[in-house]
């Protein structure tokens, strides 16, 4: 499974970016697919996740604010986030990842994720 990011980049507090991860070479048709993120000098956040068939969850820090959702393209899986009213807090290098589904809502805990992204930076001043 490849999973690629892009999308992130510089913005003023207040503004808006979409991020973007295109998942390839997965063969099972019921998933997970969730943001992450990492601040220098911090631990892994879950930020938000999706199933297959559109169910969602959201930590509570950026509930309102921002948004996931998936399409598909050409049979390619495409993950976004779109992240309005940005803090400085909300800096950080965002991840994308996926596993095969189980059980229950999208999880947000980065151990029960076996695909990861490569991330992309996002910077709020």
């Known amino acids: 499974v490849q999973l690629v990011e892009s999308g992130g980049g510089s913005v003023q507090a207040g503004g808006s970016l979409r991020l973007s991860c295109a998942a390839s070479g997965y063969t099972y048709s019921s998933y997970y697919m969730g943001w992450f993120r990492q601040a220098p000098g911090k631990g892994s956040e879950g930020v938000a996740a999706?199933?297959?068939?559109?169910?969602?969850?959201?930590a509570d820090s950026v509930k309102g604010r921002f948004t996931i959702s998936k399409g598909t393209t050409n049979t390619k899986q495409t993950l976004y986030l779109q992240m309005d009213s940005l803090k400085p807090e909300d800096a950080a290098t965002y991840y994308c990842?996926?596993?095969?589904?189980?059980?229950?809502?999208?999880?947000?805990?980065?151990?029960?994720?076996?695909?990861w992204g490569q991330g992309t930076q996002v910077t709020v001043s």
């Open positions: 999706i199933d297959e068939v559109g169910a969602t969850t959201y």
């Open positions: 990842a996926m596993r095969p589904l189980i059980s229950g809502a999208p999880p947000l805990t980065s151990a029960q994720y076996t695909f």
